[in-house]
């Protein structure tokens, strides 16, 4: 079950068919698609409206509108439909980048995983030989990753952090 970010940033670096790949059924509710289609043209649109036609993704409808409602306000209405939509699904692990979907998701005793996570879980399976050039471009399109947890990653990832100077250590200055 995937929430709009995850799909939207590996889109915006050429990865959005890793998600089928790593992922044994992908899934979006109603809400989702909604979201990311609003801004026809926009990342990530063009992938999700192929992998739907494909029969890669499928869209459905959370059935219970009203714990949606009831729990609105804190999160995106799409956070939101992951999170119930993969209760009703029976669907384990959902997709999210946000940190309060994330908490209401283990709340709701559901694993989690985002963007990150599939990009080390990509890896792992042999389709990217590398993370690192893939975090790099999500940092220069505005994707946040502070330093501590790009340490934990690259380890993850048995790659190297190197800074401009080509060192293991940030620039002093």
């Not at 649109?45 to 714990?67: I, P, R, W, Y």
């Not at 946000?98 to 283990?106: E, P």
Request: with cysteine; proline share 3%; glycine share 10%.
């Amino acid at each position: 079950m995937c929430n709009a970010s995850p799909m939207i940033a590996l889109s915006s670096i050429g990865l959005f068919h890793v998600l089928g790949q790593v992922f044994e059924r992908v899934a979006v509710p109603q809400a989702v698609w909604n979201e990311v289609m609003a801004n026809r043209g926009a990342v990530g649109t063009k992938e999700l409206k192929s992998a739907v036609d494909n029969g890669e993704v499928m869209v459905f409808q959370v059935q219970n509108q009203a714990l949606v409602e009831k729990l609105s306000g804190r999160l995106h209405r799409g956070e939101l439909e992951v999170i119930i939509g993969a209760l009703e699904q029976g669907i384990g692990t959902v997709l999210l980048d946000d940190r309060q979907a994330r908490q209401l998701a283990k709340t709701f005793r559901l694993e989690y995983t985002g963007t990150v996570g599939i990009l080390l879980a990509a890896k792992a399976k042999g389709l990217i030989p590398e993370i690192k050039a893939y975090l790099d471009a999500l940092a220069d399109q505005g994707f946040r990753l502070g330093e501590t947890l790009l340490r934990q990653v690259l380890k993850l990832a048995d790659e190297e952090l190197a800074w401009p100077n080509n060192t293991a250590e940030p620039p002093q200055g």
